[in-house]
Nanobody, 126 residues
Framework: QVQLVESGGSLVQAGDSLRLSCAAS????????MAWWRQAPGKEREFVAH????????NYADSVKGRFTISGDDAHNTLYLQMNGLKPEDTAIYYC???????????????????WGQGTLVTVSS
């Protein structure tokens, strides 16, 4: 049974750092492409970062490039999102998701992801 469980969300101040975790079970994390998405209050869910099959490549939304880093850990079968220089506009519920295909196409399309976690809330105060 595939399961994704996020953790690490918190209330922080602008400029702080935070690391989110996504524990995967029921499959081997590195055999799939994975991503982080987020949904701010009153807004649609948006793409944040993607890591390719076997952790070979990474892509980021322009809004987080240079501040966020996505990574995977085979030993713990866990996906991470290291967030530095947090801004109030980063406030959102953050979700990890498993992509249906290892192909690079469509990483910024929600319908290309088949399993999602329940989300973890990040709140950044100014």
């Amino acid at each position: 049974q595939v399961q994704l469980v996020e953790s690490g969300g918190s209330l922080v101040q602008a400029g702080d750092s935070l690391r989110l975790s996504c524990a995967a079970s029921g499959f081997t994390l590195s055999e799939y492409a994975m991503a982080w998405w987020r949904q701010a209050p009153g807004k649609e869910r948006e793409f944040v970062a993607h890591i390719a099959y076997r952790f070979t490549d990474r892509n980021y939304a322009d809004s987080v490039k240079g501040r966020f880093t996505i990574s995977g850990d085979d030993a713990h079968n866990t996906l991470y999102l290291q967030m530095n220089g947090l801004k109030p506009e980063d406030t959102a519920i953050y979700y990890c998701a498993r992509k249906t295909s290892v192909l690079a196409a469509g990483i910024r399309r929600e319908y290309n992801y088949d399993y999602w976690g329940q989300g973890t809330l990040v709140t950044v105060s100014s």
